[in-house]
């Protein structure tokens, strides 16, 4: 259904095919970080990674069944709002990383007086505020108002992070 369809969810044409793509890669994806931090026994450090890959698994599959029935309005805002949300979960796992490496290759452990650790923290701790703001901004949004100021709101503390 073309997206200037009576009762269309998206704001575009949405692709089947790479809505499956994808939802393939990140399949493939999350099932070798989930391999990876059991072989490495880094489960602790990796579950952040393996969410944010389900999350965005989550949302391509969801993605492919909403193109073959874009009337749910169901499948087009769980699509959205995983696809929106999901980069937070890569994001604290990146700044965790960071903490370790900090930790780990620089010999006072510390950058700009701050010990590594604490950076990971503070960061992590900032995403998840970021990621709250986000989901009260988000949740209120129904698949009509996508292109509209609460989404173009929604989205800023996700640029305030880059």
């Known amino acids: 259904m073309p997206e200037w369809a009576c009762n ?3 704001n575009y044409y949405p692709s089947f095919a790479a809505a499956l793509i994808f939802a393939i890669i990140f399949g493939i994806t999350t099932f070798l970080h989930i ?3 059991f072989a490495h026994k880094k489960m ?3 579950w952040v ?3 944010g890959a389900t999350w965005e698994f989550a949302s391509f599959v969801t993605r492919t069944l909403g193109s073959k ?3 749910s309005a169901a499948l087009a805002f769980v699509s959205q709002l995983l696809v929106l949300l999901a980069p937070m ?3 604290a796992f990146d700044y965790m990383v960071m903490g370790r490496m900090i ?3 620089v010999p006072e452990q510390k950058i700009f007086g701050i010990k590594g650790v604490k950076i990971a923290k503070i960061f992590v701790w900032l995403d998840i505020l970021s990621f ?5 901004l988000i949740l209120p949004i129904t698949p009509c108002l996508l292109s509209s100021w609460r989404l173009r709101h929604a989205l800023a503390p996700i640029f305030c992070r880059k």
């Open 132 to 136: 709250l703001t986000q989901v009260r």
């Open 44 to 46: 602790r450090l990796c």
């Open 8 to 10: 269309s969810n998206y």
């Open 89 to 91: 979960w890569v994001n």
């Open 35 to 37: 391999y990876q931090a």
């Open 49 to 51: 990674a393996i969410m």
């Open 69 to 71: 029935n874009q009337q």
């Open 103 to 105: 930790y780990f290759f």
